[in-house]
């Protein structure tokens, strides 16, 4: 049988440690570009700055752009490894943020701004570009709201192989921004491998009729930070997937997700266009290995396109039918609090869409809070194997807590473990659909083998019991917990690892997830 260690499966925690020790080893690896020589070379509005960038292409430099609008399409060409470091920036002033400091709409006209009026992207990196880094500019509104402002790399069809991937790029006090009651398609396709992006706005990244990212990636992407950073967007702020990879190798790994805010923004409802805007998740996953998410604020999915809102979504996608390698896998979601969603997580184990797929596996989900949802807290479609989650706070007005249905021939997964949490029954508490189904404590064992539910607290009113667990009125639950949601006492809940059950906040907010908006 499996073994387990305070309430989680050794195998899955095992899983866990491997993410964190990749998280350190990506840290240690992300581009710091060093000073460049002397070299630099100065721009203003009007300027070629093409040519400008191209005279520092083989001994590499500084690139300085006096403050103002650009109309202009840049290029970075395939550069040999070890080419000397190419740093694009404005030219410094006073009113352009401070290192560790993050970039808003505030500060534009302290920036150059780059943005094409024709069609097409403003930025683009060929095939082996390298060694550059973007300070302190922006990319703005393009001449046509269904484009993508930066794209590092290309789709299964133009980069093939890893080694063929755009690498060591590196934004910080970036912002990317579309035009209010307008709007942009995306802000930036992460075809590449080492990237960073640090301390970056990206805004108003929301289009009529289509879905719209802030960042994007499903052909490369190994090996990314984005820390500090705030991500309003239309359909997913974040998503990595939603077409098909050139190979296994391809699929986006190795990423770190921190210290962020990503939120809609509930200003476009007065856009005369926003019954036409596509407006769905914050964080998509349809595939993808190796990924930490951490110190998170997530805000604002309100029901629009989608049945419900929804704050994080994991799904296996083999999009186009050419990638039956498509996994999500090894991902970690900590230390996240949530406001304005209505449904926070779900999980679509195998087969998004239909088509064949790898199945999800070892998905860990510690320390979430959420206080105001509409929707089902938890979905779990063909449920994935080794999937924990421990220390949330789902409070929230649905008929569930966890509902659940297979499809395409799938049985229960495997390591199912719900602990120490605090979360809202509703009608049924946990509900199988489609499958023969089941309520209350009884299907559990439907979803996985070895499921356990064990060390929490459940406010509803049925008569179902839920062994191992503490059942308590609404009111009393809500009586226990701060304004905050931090929970005042254990309810008289023996929890697996002895803490208070719910959400730490405390860990939350020192992990920097930004204070509510």
């Not at 809070?369 to 979905?379: C, I, S």
Request: proline share 5%.
């Amino acid at each position: 049988g499996d073994q387990r260690r305070n309430g989680v499966p050794d195998e899955l925690r095992a899983t866990i440690d491997k993410i964190l020790d990749a998280a350190k080893r990506l840290d240690s690896l992300v581009p710091r570009i060093d000073e460049p020589d002397q070299r630099t070379v100065r721009v203003s509005p009007g300027d070629d700055v093409n040519q400008a960038l191209l005279s520092l292409h083989d001994a590499g430099g500084r690139l300085l752009a006096k403050p103002g609008h650009y109309d202009v399409k840049l290029k970075a060409l395939a550069r040999p490894e070890g080419a000397p470091p190419i740093v694009i920036e404005t030219d410094p002033n006073g009113d352009l943020p401070k290192p560790g400091e993050q970039v808003t709409r505030e500060h534009i006209p302290a920036l150059a701004v780059f943005a094409t009026s024709q069609s097409g992207q403003t930025f683009t990196a060929e095939n082996q570009a390298r060694n550059m880094s973007l300070v302190n500019v922006a990319f703005g509104p393009t001449g046509k709201v269904a484009d993508t402002q930066v794209a590092l790399g290309g789709d299964k069809r133009h980069t093939t192989r890893v080694e063929d991937l755009p690498e060591n790029f590196s934004f910080d006090r970036v912002l990317f921004f579309g035009e209010h009651a307008r709007g942009q398609h995306r802000g930036l396709l992460a075809h590449a491998r080492m990237l960073t992006i640090e301390n970056c706005g990206f805004y108003d990244l929301v289009e009529p009729g289509r879905d719209s990212q802030a960042i994007c990636a499903w052909n490369g992407g190994i090996g990314v930070l984005v820390e500090n950073c705030t991500l309003e967007a239309g359909a997913e702020n974040l998503l990595l997937g939603g077409s098909d990879a050139a190979s296994e190798a391809m699929l986006p790994r190795d990423w770190i997700v921190r210290r962020c805010r990503i939120r809609k923004d509930p200003a476009w409802k007065t856009w005369a266009n926003y019954s036409s805007l596509n407006i769905k998740a914050l964080v998509e996953m349809k595939a993808g290995v190796n990924v930490a998410f951490d110190g998170l604020t997530l805000e604002h999915a309100r029901k629009k396109n989608w049945d419900a809102g929804a704050a994080i979504i994991l799904k296996c996608a083999n999009q186009e039918n050419t990638a039956p390698f498509t996994v999500t896998r090894n991902v970690r979601i900590s230390n996240v609090q949530m406001r304005g969603v209505d449904r926070p997580l779900q999980f679509v184990g195998y087969g998004d869409g239909g088509n064949v797929t790898q199945r999800m596996s070892d998905i860990s989900v510690r320390n979430v809070l959420t206080l105001d949802a509409n929707a089902q807290a938890v979905r779990l479609a063909n449920p994935p194997d080794n999937l924990t989650i421990d220390h949330v706070t789902l409070l929230h007005g649905g008929n569930v807590f966890l509902d659940f249905w297979f499809g395409q021939g799938q049985g229960p997964g495997s390591l199912f473990a719900w602990t120490n949490s605090i979360m809202t029954e509703g009608a049924y508490g946990i509900k199988g659909q489609y499958s023969g189904g089941g309520i209350g404590y009884k299907a559990l064992e439907q979803i996985a083998t070895g499921a356990r539910l064990e060390g929490n607290v459940i406010a509803g009113t049925s008569s179902r019991a839920y062994p191992g667990n503490v059942k308590l009125r609404p009111e009393a639950v809500a009586a226990a917990l701060d304004v905050s949601g931090r929970a005042r006492d254990t309810f008289g809940i023996k929890t697996t690892d002895g803490k208070v059950p719910g959400a730490d906040i405390d860990a939350i907010l020192a992990a920097g997830a930004p204070a509510f908006l």
